[in-house]
Each structure stands twice: as structure tokens, then as C-alpha cells.
């Protein structure tokens, strides 16, 4: 498996702000990967430090093999980028600003250009500032995959989009990971991360604090599970990994660790279980775990959880 | 106070609907005030200052009769009409006639400016920024917006007029003269605040409405400049401008305040026709809805450099048509020109150039460094341009794409410099060839291209002094206005200023050869090109080394 992207300890700083504080990520070529954190996380940070158009203070990160500040140019020929406030140019059309951001980065399909154009519903013959925000998003994700990048940078790409275009967006990824191509998709619509990515990582404060697959980040993280049994269950509480148990004759509720699902379930057969439910974490839940300010305060109790889950490479 | 005027809202005429219309004024213009009140303050401290510079720094200057009478005869004729005004009372100069006949139009201007800035600043700049969505949103009326802009508008001219009165007091001049000037000066403010009250209606950008209200202070510039050169005190052709009205107080020889009530009328006038034009449009929108364009990018529009000169080009048609037009005006008057001076008295010829036809060459030189001079405001536009480029965030993706730092930037410093290059010429060209037709000999033609084509290197100066900015300090970039009001102020006053000769060589337009009247000399050419090239070096390694500014 080779990495498209790989980078450890970034530092990124703005006078006292500190964007990227040792930031340490890794994608492997033909992955979709998510980015997920809260508002000022940094990623927005990351994937200019990436494209070469802010210089990190320290750390290393390597592009598709090339150094993202001293190779822009050559880089830049092989992805594409679509940022998350896109800004047009109030005398140009929408088409106009397509074609020359596509010819600029080396080159335009133009039957690709025009599905696009058609998928996304988009009128390419208004100019920059009679868009409307979702519109002028359209214009340069159009512009993005209209190339034939193999790595694609997307910073909030759909900020704005209307749920059909969203889905039409969807589609578009997935073939673009069908043709192999690297994504990196920043975003706060966890359906749409759920969905779409292999691999996610979220970052805070300019750090990676969970990076690895949804399925990985679930078995890592809590499980609720909720069951009637024949008999009603004791013992629960005492097993290592499980949490909350609250309980009255025959039913059962409490959460576990994913590591000792194993043990918890062990314990309730032997109570004869009539009926189980297990709900395993929501993205949603995975998330507000790191987002806000509590994880710091409450930094004990969630200790053990952090533990196992910050590096899993 | 605010919510029972708008619950009346609905009531669509009446003094109810008036009184809606303007519902918020009042709040919008402490929110102003609060606003501006680190820039208003500069702009009118700024504007007094100069007042009372001059006032300390003329008697310094021109300490006997003699040099009084010197510099008087100096102004005297085309020159001192060009760049100063009617210059009532130069013949029997004072030093607050000089400070009000000559250096009074460079007070004029900025109060002008200061109020077509402040004008969009509130207006057009707020709808662009999708600001104003938000107040109108609110318990504010249609006109409310408009209303305290000009409100503010009025009341910063007045205490400017005041303050600059009392700058004049302050330098023992007679008070009442001194409010007629500073009157003078509010009162071009008020009348180009009006004009901007219109252009902010026409057009969706803030930067095209200061630009068009820009346009109409240069055209009421030359107008003045053209109708005063014409005839001594000015001709009825002066008196179609704004400017103009200003000007004919007459403070400090016999002063009259009449001419300002044009002023006041024509401001008020201008107002209204802003008020009719803006219940014509929606908020955030121009006058006209703004047309579909070409659904794909011309062929030829592929590289940094074409890309450059699409953005540049709406600029460099500008400029290029104002200053034909202006060269044209400028050269078209040549001969009453010629007429009269032949008719000064003989010391007075002696000191423009002995005679008529070096006389010409003396205007054509002058009006060369005149018109360098505006064509290095367009240079200085063109980079903020670029600078604004970076700010409001479409430089990014251009970057993201093939196109290196180095060719973006240095795309666009070629079409400028380019496009200097063009608009000398064409200037030239223009004034040329209207001298040419105007006195009938068409050596003029090459003479004046000539004579504006040697600024290059000295605008080149000035293009690496902004793009070493822009590479190195982007935020100071606004400081390469300041090279440029030097270049001006030793351009124009150099020769009656009592300055070292190491200070007149600090400004790249001295160390041109002020063509037809003197020798061409390449040396000094040479050397601020290589300065220029090392300048703009400098801004393009800065630029690629440093991170760029997002939103
Ligand atoms: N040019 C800048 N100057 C100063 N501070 C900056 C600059 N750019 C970013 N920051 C700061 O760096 C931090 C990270 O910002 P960044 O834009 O990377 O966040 P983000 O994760 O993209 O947030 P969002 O989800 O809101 O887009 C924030 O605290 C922000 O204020
Ligand atoms: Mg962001």
C-alpha cells in the first residue's frame, strides 16, 4: 500500500494562534479520507500547509512523493482543490473561471466538463457574483473534477449544496475512488463522511486525536447495549469495560468498551436473554466525544478510551 | 423611537411612509460615526494638517518680496493653471494667497476624496460585503442607509471647513477668509460626496462606484485646468466644474461666497438623483441587472499572463480612454494658448522659455510628467489589485492549480508594466497629435510620445517599490501612494522649494529628462531600470517565500 499523503508533527502558527500543533496524518493512495474536527480545528490550515500555500513552521509533509512547498508547482499538476468559501471573479462567468482554473492546472476534458455542468445543474454563462453560494461552490468542484487529478483536496466542498446536489457530489466521489484517485474530504456532514470515507480522522486544537477506519473507531469506542433476561442480570458492573448499568427486573441497559463486548455478552447469557440490542456508537457520538471543551476538563474519566485509540496505524 | 415608525411601514406614502423610509437614520449615523472614528479623524486632522504646514512652512519658503514675486510669475500662465487654479491675486502674491491660490487645489483634493471614500465605504462596500443585508434586515428604511451616509458626509465637510478656518486664524491670517476657504474646500467635499451618492447606485462593485466618481473628479480637474489656462481668473469653462466653484472665492483677495451655493445645489441635486436611481434597484444589486456572458473561456485565455491581462484589462481600457481624452482636451488648447502668452509682458515670456515655441515645449514637458504621474496611480491600482486578489481569496485556487507564486505575480507585474508602457503612449499619442492639429506642425507628435515614453524607468521604479511591498510587506503596500505624492510635491513645487539637491533625487521622476525642452540623457535611464529590476526581484522572491494571506 503506498501513502499519498503523509505527515507528522506539523507546526503551524499565526502569531499566538497555534493552527497546527504537531499534526500527524497519513493517506493511502486510492482512500477517501475524512477530516473531521470542530470550527478552528486547523484543517482548513492543513490543506493549505499541503498545498504549499502557507509554510509550516516544522514538521514534514510529503505529497504524492514531492514536498508540498518547493514541488508546488509539480504537485499541483496532479490534484485538485476545491476550498471552502469559493470567491469568483465578478467580471468572469462561471464557465469562464471552470475553463481557466482547469487549463491553468494543465488541461480540461471537456466532455467531462460539460456532464458536470449538467449533473450539477449549473448555468455557466452567469457572472462571479450573481451566484449563489451553493452555485459558486458548484463552480469550483466542477472545476476540480473536471480534471484528471489523482489526488483530490476538498475543504468543506459542499457547503451550501441543496440535498440533491449533495447526492449527485456522492456519486461523483465514488467514481472518482472507483478510477483510483485519492481524496481527502474535509466536512462537517457526518452522513456525508460516513458514506463516502475508508478512513477518518479527527483533529483538534491542530491535533490528530482519533485518526483510523469507522469500523476500527467504533470497536474502540463504546457500545450501549440493552437486554431482558430471564433472569435479572447481576454482576455487570464489576467487569472491566462496562459502564453505566442501570437496570430493573429482567432488563438490562449500560454501555461497554468495545474490547470487552466479548466478556459483557459472556456474562449476560448466563441470565438467559429473551432480547438484545446493541447500538454501536453514531459517528455523531464518536465526535461529540472530541468536540468541546469537557474532553479537557473530564480528560480522567475518558482516559482510558483515548488511550487505545490514537494511533491505530 | 424606531419600532413605532416601522410599524407604520406599510403605509406607502404620507408622511408616515416618509418618515419609514428613514426609520434608523439616526442610529445608523452614531453607528457611522463609531465606526470611522479612528479614519475620519486622520482623514480631517490629516487635510488640517497640511492647512497648517504651509501656513507655517510658505513664509520660511519665500522669505522676501522677491521670492514672492518669483514664484507668482512662476505660476502665472498654463503651468500654474494646470496644476494650480485661476491664481487670483498671484500677481500681487501673499503667502496666504500663494497657500490659497496654488497649494489650495492639493487641499481640495483630498477633501474630495475623503468624501468618495467615505460615501462607498458606507454604501457600496457594505452591500458587496452583504453587510448592509443584515441592517436593512432590521428596523431601518429604504433611504435610511443613504440619508446618514450623507449626513456624515455633510457634517465631516463642515468640520473640516471649520477646522481649516481656524487652521488659517491660527496662522494669523484673517479669520473670515480663512472660513471662506475652508467653506471652499467643504464644499467641494459635499459636492463629490453627491457625485458618489449617484455612482454608488449604478454599480454592483464598490471599487467601480469610487472609481467612476474618481473618473468625474479627474474630468472636473482637466475641465477646471483647460478652462483656466484659457483666460486669466478662468473661462466659462472652468466654470462647468466643481472644482472650479471652489476656486472662484477668491479668498484672500476679494473674497465672495456665492460660487459656493453652485456647490451646495449641485450636491444636493446629485443626492436626489441618488435617491430617485436607488428606489430603482434592489439592496446589493446596480442600477442594471447584470448580463449573461460567454458560457466557456475564450481560446486565448490559457495561461498566468492572458489570465492577468483579463483582470488588468477593464483597467487599462479605463485609463486609457480617460487619458486620450484628457491628452486630447490638453492638446487641443494649445493655441490660445500660444496667443495669449504672446500678449504677457516680456519678463514674464523670459521666464516660461524665451518664446512661444519653447513655451510649447515647456507645457508638453510638463504636461509628460503630469501625465507619468497619473499613470503611476494606475500602476499602484494595479498591484493593490492583485493584492486585493490574494485578500478576498481567489488568488487560492489559481495557486492550487500549475501556476506558480512566480508567474502569478509576475504575470501581472508584466501586463503592468506593459500597460504603463501602452498608456504613455497613448496619452502621448493623444496630446501629440490634438498639439499638432492645434498649432499645425506635426513634429509634435513624436516630440510628445518621446517626451512621456522616458517615465518608463521611473514607473518601473515605482512598480518595484509596490511589488517589493506586496512580496515582502503586503499590508504596507498603500505606503507606495506615499513615493508617488513625492514625485508630485518635488515635481511640481521642487523648483520652488528651498531642498537639498539629495532630496529632489530621492524622487525616480527627477532623474528624467524633461523632454522636448531638455536633452535626453539615457545614463540615469539605465540606472532605474536596474534599480527597478532589482526592486521587483526582491518582490518576487519575497512573494514566493512568504505565506499567502487568506480569507
Ligand atoms: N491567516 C490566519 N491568521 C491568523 N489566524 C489564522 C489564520 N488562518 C487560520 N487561523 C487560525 O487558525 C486556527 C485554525 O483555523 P482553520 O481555518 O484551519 O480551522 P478549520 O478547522 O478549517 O475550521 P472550520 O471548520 O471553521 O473551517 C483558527 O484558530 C484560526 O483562527
Ligand atoms: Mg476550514
Known amino acids: ?313 | 423611537m424606531t419600532t413605532t415608525t416601522a410599524t407604520r411601514a406599510p403605509a406607502p406614502t404620507g408622511p408616515a411612509g416618509a418618515g419609514s423610509a428613514l426609520a434608523g437614520t439616526g442610529t445608523l449615523v452614531r453607528f457611522m460615526l463609531r465606526r470611522d472614528r479612528i479614519k475620519l479623524p486622520a482623514w480631517l486632522l490629516g487635510i488640517t494638517f497640511f492647512v497648517v504646514y504651509y501656513g507655517a512652512a510658505l513664509p520660511q519658503l519665500y522669505r522676501t518680496e522677491g521670492d514672492l514675486r518669483a514664484i507668482s510669475t512662476f505660476m502665472t500662465g498654463p503651468v500654474g493653471a494646470l496644476i494650480a487654479g485661476p491664481g487670483y491675486g498671484v500677481d500681487d502674491p501673499t503667502v496666504e494667497r500663494l497657500l490659497v491660490g496654488i497649494y489650495g487645489m492639493y487641499i481640495i483634493l483630498p477633501a474630495a476624496l475623503m468624501s468618495i471614500l467615505l460615501v462607498c465605504r458606507h454604501t457600496r462596500v457594505e452591500e458587496q460585503a452583504g453587510r448592509a443585508e443584515l441592517v436593512r434586515a432590521s428596523v431601518v428604511g429604504r433611504h435610511a442607509q443613504l440619508t446618514a451616509t450623507l449626513i456624515v458626509a455633510a457634517v465631516a465637510n463642515m468640520v473640516l471647513a471649520l477646522l481649516i478656518g481656524a487652521a488659517m486664524a491660527g496662522n494669523g491670517f484673517d479669520a473670515g477668509d480663512g472660513l471662506l476657504f475652508g467653506a471652499s474646500v467643504g464644499a467641494a467635499g459635499l459636492a463629490f460626496a453627491g457625485v458618489t451618492a449617484v455612482t454608488v447606485q449604478v454599480t454592483e462593485y464598490s471599487r467601480a462606484a469610487a472609481g467612476l466618481a474618481g473618473v468625474a473628479l479627474g474630468a472636473a480637474y482637466v475641465i477646471r485646468a483647460a478652462g483656466d489656462m484659457l483666460d486669466e481668473g478662468g473661462s466659462a469653462l472652468s466654470w462647468l466644474s466643481p472644482i472650479a466653484w471652489s476656486q472662484q472665492t477668491r479668498a484672500y483677495v476679494d473674497g465672495r461666497w456665492w460660487p459656493l451655493a453652485l456647490s451646495v445645489a449641485f450636491a444636493a441635486a446629485a443626492a436626489a438623483v441618488g435617491y430617485v436611481l436607488s428606489t430603482r434597484r434592489d439592496v446589493g444589486l446596480g442600477l442594471f441587472a447584470a448580463r449573461r456572458g460567454a458560457p466557456g473561456a475564450a481560446s486565448w485565455l490559457r495561461s498566468s499572463l492572458t489570465f492577468a491581462f483579463r483582470l488588468q484589462r477593464a483597467g487599462l481600457i479605463g485609463w486609457g480612454a480617460a487619458l486620450a481624452a484628457a491628452g486630447a482636451i490638453y492638446g487641443g488648447i494649445t493655441e490660445p494658448i500660444v496667443d495669449a502668452v504672446e500678449d504677457l509682458p516680456a519678463d514674464v515670456i523670459a521666464v516660461l522659455g524665451g518664446d512661444a515655441a519653447n513655451m510649447l515645449d515647456g507645457y508638453l514637458s510638463v504636461m509628460a510628467l503630469f501625465d507619468a504621474l497619473l499613470v503611476g496611480v494606475f500602476v499602484i491600482l494595479g498591484v493593490q489589485l492583485l493584492r486585493s486578489e490574494e485578500t478576498k481569496g481567489r488568488a487560492e485556487p489559481v495557486l492550487a492549480t500549475a501556476t506558480s507564486r512566480w508567474a502569478w505575480f509576475g504575470s501581472h507585474l508584466t501586463v503592468l508594466a506593459l500597460g504603463a508602457v501602452g498608456l504613455l503612449v497613448a496619452v502621448g499619442g493623444a496630446l501629440g497629435a490634438a498639439t499638432a492639429i492645434s498649432v499645425g506642425d506635426a513634429g509634435y507628435v513624436g516630440d510628445s510620445v518621446a517626451a512621456h515614453l522616458v517615465y518608463t524607468p521611473a514607473l518601473l521604479v515605482l512598480l518595484g517599490v509596490a511589488a517589493l511591498l506586496f512580496g515582502v510587506l503586503p499590508r504596507a503596500i498603500g505606503a507606495t501612494w506615499g513615493v508617488l505624492g513625492f514625485g508630485l510635491i518635488i515635481g511640481f513645487f521642487g523648483p520652488i522649494m528651498d531642498l537639498p539637491q539629495w532630496v529632489h533625487n530621492l524622487s525616480p521622476l527627477e532623474h528624467i529628462a524633461r523632454l522636448p525642452l531638455e536633452q535626453l540623457t539615457w545614463a540615469p535611464m539605465l540606472i532605474l531600470t536596474v534599480i527597478a529590476a532589482g526592486l521587483l526581484a526582491i518582490g518576487l522572491y519575497g512573494f514566493r517565500r512568504r505565506d499567502l494571506e487568506t480569507k
Open chain 1, 1 to 313: 500500500m503506498t501513502t499519498a499523503m503523509s505527515v507528522s508533527g506539523l507546526v503551524k502558527t499565526f502569531g499566538s494562534t497555534r493552527a497546527l500543533d504537531g499534526l500527524d496524518l497519513s493517506v493511502a493512495t486510492g482512500e477517501v479520507h475524512g477530516f473531521l474536527g470542530p470550527n478552528g480545528a486547523g484543517k482548513s490550515t492543513a490543506i493549505r500547509v499541503l498545498l504549499g500555500l502557507l509554510h509550516a513552521d516544522s514538521g514534514r509533509a510529503t505529497l504524492l512523493g514531492g514536498d508540498p512547498w518547493n514541488d508546488a508547482v509539480e504537485l499541483h499538476r496532479r490534484l485538485a482543490y476545491v476550498p471552502g468559501d469559493v470567491e469568483l471573479w465578478p467580471n468572469l462567468t462561471g464557465g469562464e473561471a471552470i475553463d481557466l482554473l482547469a487549463r491553468l492546472r494543465g488541461g480540461l476534458n471537456k466532455a467531462r466538463r460539460d456532464e458536470l455542468v449538467e449533473r450539477f445543474d449549473l448555468d455557466p454563462r452567469k457572472k462571479g457574483r450573481t451566484y449563489s453560494k451553493g452555485n459558486r461552490q458548484k463552480v469550483a468542484i466542477v472545476a476540480a473534477l473536471a480534471s484528471d487529478a489523482e489526488l483530490l483536496l476538498l475543504d468543506e466542498p459542499t457547503a451550501g449544496l441543496d440535498p440533491l446536489m449533495e447526492v449527485v457530489f456522492q456519486d461523483f466521489i465514488f467514481q472518482a475512488k472507483a478510477a483510483g484517485k485519492t481524496v481527502l474530504l474535509s466536512s462537517h456532514i457526518l452522513a456525508q463522511v460516513e458514506k463516502l470515507c475508508d478512513r477518518v480522522s479527527i483533529i483538534r486544537l491542530g491535533k490528530v486525536v482519533q485518526s483510523g477506519s469507522l469500523t476500527e473507531m467504533r470497536h474502540l469506542t463504546r457500545t450501549t447495549i440493552e437486554a431482558e433476561t430471564a433472569q435479572p442480570a447481576a454482576g455487570l458492573a464489576e467487569l472491566p469495560g462496562v459502564h453505566d448499568v442501570q437496570g430493573d427486573d429482567g432488563r438490562v441497559h449500560f454501555a461497554v468498551d468495545g474490547e470487552h463486548l466479548d466478556g459483557a455478552i459472556r456474562q449476560l447469557t448466563r441470565f438467559g436473554i429473551r432480547s438484545l440490542t446493541s447500538h454501536p456508537p453514531t459517528l455523531e457520538e464518536l465526535m461529540l466525544r472530541h468536540y468541546g471543551d469537557e474532553l479537557e476538563a473530564n480528560g480522567g474519566t475518558h482516559a482510558d478510551a483515548d488511550a487505545g485509540t490514537g494511533e491505530t496505524r
